[in-house]
């Protein structure tokens, strides 16, 4: 059975996939408005004679020879995007080509990657006697770690022994990340008139503990990941100079690794600060996967390398081994006048369809 990609193949699914996108582009969809995009991408793969299914704005397919007895690889990215920032100078949902990049808010992040597994699917979709089924999902609210995207689904996928996180990775196996822990905190005092003698300020009690995040070294490093990095972010307090006030809240962004649970994390902080600690949630935590996995020798093998990621993505809630792996530079993401190569997507689709046809 031929599963890799002549040239002819290839340059069709380029083309579709640089449709795809540019259409894609042009439909605005901040996290939880992605209805339009849902409706995009069901359309183009019923176009195709796929059938989908459909949940709120995830969409789902499984392969025309889809054997539950088989293992699977779930092929996953989102198409919804943050809000253009106020640097733009480009329209950010007019697909621009130009000097051989493609403009457009979501191009890099994730759309690059999204439409690459899109048309690898396709070009899987119907073929016979794989070893393992391949599941596609283009999925809302990643980037807000909405609880109504692929985690809302992943159930009703069935099985899954193995998932690719579509993300801009230059390509290279990003395969352990960083866990995402925001813990909103409290500083409590005494109130009083700053004129007088106060030694329970709330701002300065705030300041004790913020010092401690900033300075505490978790015992455990990972070789991949390095260490927990915990970094104050948002500060707020008082309303008029003259009076000390009874607390003060701030926000810190931990940066979990995979050899500590977000709760284990958690539990540590609370043991060495005296203000009230709300984590926001406790369900992102790190992930990774063994350098043995067969995809990721397979990706080895072909000259990609390995990394950890200090990014998150849909990677923290897809609980079964996963890596991220997509065309796009990280850094690009969230910048003004979003872009990605054409080259990169090109890429994109041959290297995706050279790993996954090692172990199909």
Same mark, same amino acid.
């Given at each position: 059975m031929e599963l890799k990609l002549n040239s002819t193949s290839h340059d069709i699914l380029l083309e579709k996939a640089l449709t795809l996108l540019k259409s894609l582009i042009a439909i605005p969809s901040f996290s939880k408005e992605e209805d339009k995009t849902a409706e995009c991408i069901q359309a183009f793969l019923e176009t195709h004679n796929i059938?989908?299914?459909?949940?709120?704005?995830?969409?789902?397919?499984?392969?025309?020879?889809?054997? +539950?007895? #088989?293992?699977?690889?779930?092929?996953? !990215?989102?198409?919804? /995007?943050?809000k253009p920032n106020s640097s733009y100078t480009l329209n950010p949902f007019e697909p621009i080509e130009k000097d051989g990049k493609l403009y457009g808010l979501g191009s890099n992040d994730a759309g690059g990657a999204l439409v690459s597994l899109i048309v690898t699917f396709l070009h899987l979709w119907d073929k016979k006697d794989l070893k393992y089924n391949l599941i596609l999902t283009a999925t809302a609210e990643e980037e807000i770690s909405g609880i109504n995207g692929v985690e809302s689904i992943y159930n009703q996928l069935g099985n899954i022994d193995f998932a690719i996180v579509g993300e801009p990775t230059e390509m290279n196996l990003a395969i352990a990340e960083k866990g995402l822990l925001v813990l909103d905190c409290t500083a409590k005092g005494t109130p009083s008139h700053a004129a007088h003698p106060n030694t329970d300020n709330a701002i300065l009690n705030a300041i004790k503990d913020i010092i401690w995040f =900033?300075?505490?070294?978790?015992? #455990?490093? !990972?070789?991949?990941?390095?260490?927990?990095?915990? /970094?104050?972010? &948002?500060?707020?307090?008082?309303?008029?100079h003259n009076v000390v006030p009874d607390s003060c809240s701030f926000t810190v962004d931990v940066r979990t690794t995979e050899l500590y649970s977000n709760t284990e994390v958690y539990e540590i902080i609370r043991e060495n600060v005296d203000c009230k600690v709300q984590p926001r949630s406790l369900r992102l935590n790190s992930s990774s996967i063994p350098l043995s996995h067969?995809?990721?020798? +397979?990706?080895?093998?072909?000259?990609?390398?390995?990394?950890? =990621?200090?990014? =998150?993505?849909?990677? +923290?809630?897809?609980?079964?081994?996963?890596?991220?792996?997509?065309?796009?530079?990280? /850094?690009?993401?969230? !910048? !003004?006048?979003?872009?990605?190569?054409?080259?990169? &997507?090109?890429? +994109?689709? $041959?290297?995706?369809? $050279?790993?996954?046809? #090692?172990?199909?």
């Open positions: 059938p989908i299914k459909r949940k709120m704005n995830n969409i789902w397919v499984y392969n025309k020879y889809y054997d +539950a007895s #088989k293992p699977t690889i779930l092929l996953n !990215s989102h198409h919804d /995007t943050v =900033s300075q505490y070294k978790f015992e #455990k490093v !990972s070789e991949l990941l390095g260490e927990v990095k915990m /970094t104050p972010t &948002i500060i707020n307090s008082g309303s008029q067969p995809f990721v020798q +397979a990706g080895l093998n072909i000259g990609r390398s390995y990394y950890g =990621s200090p990014t =998150s993505s849909d990677q +923290a809630v897809i609980p079964c081994p996963s890596l991220k792996m997509g065309p796009g530079l990280s /850094t690009r993401s969230h !910048s !003004s006048d979003e872009y990605i190569f054409i080259n990169e &997507i090109k890429e +994109a689709i $041959a290297l995706y369809n $050279a790993i996954l046809s #090692k172990i199909l």
